[in-house]
């Protein structure tokens, strides 16, 4: 289960869900969301909720595909994006949340992604 106000995750049998912060603390995943306007926010923090409810379970039935390597993203009202990448143990690390703006995710939102699973690798 999420829990927004303090930004826990359940781990759930399959799955550890974990989101990327600065070195200052900042939620970035979570700040994203909240900036959004309040239907796309709510898509958004319900698919929070089934990955921390149903695991791996829920990246099925969710709209994903791989960008490169490790990354992968998970697509929302069209123009959303959550990056993430699996490490260790069923540890599922979102990375990085933004809104496409051309016929592709932009060169420097998945490097952005890219650069933050490197440092939690």
């Not at 909240?34 to 909720?49: C, H, N, R, V």
């Not at 099925?60 to 990448?85: H, S």
């Amino acid at each position: 289960m999420f829990n927004k106000k303090n930004n826990i995750f359940v781990r759930t049998p399959d799955l550890k869900l974990q989101t990327y912060h600065t070195s200052g603390g900042k939620d970035l995943i979570i700040e994203y969301l909240d900036s959004l306007p309040k239907d796309e926010s709510a898509l958004g923090y319900a698919i929070l909720e089934m990955l921390a409810n149903r695991g791996f379970e829920a990246l099925e039935a969710l709209e994903t595909r791989q960008v490169r390597g490790k990354l992968w993203e998970i697509k929302f009202r069209r123009k959303n994006r959550i990056f993430y990448a699996v490490v260790e143990d069923g540890c599922v690390y979102l990375l990085h949340a933004c809104k496409k703006q051309k016929g592709k995710a932009e060169i420097h939102e998945i490097e952005t992604a890219l650069q933050r699973m490197k440092e939690i690798l």
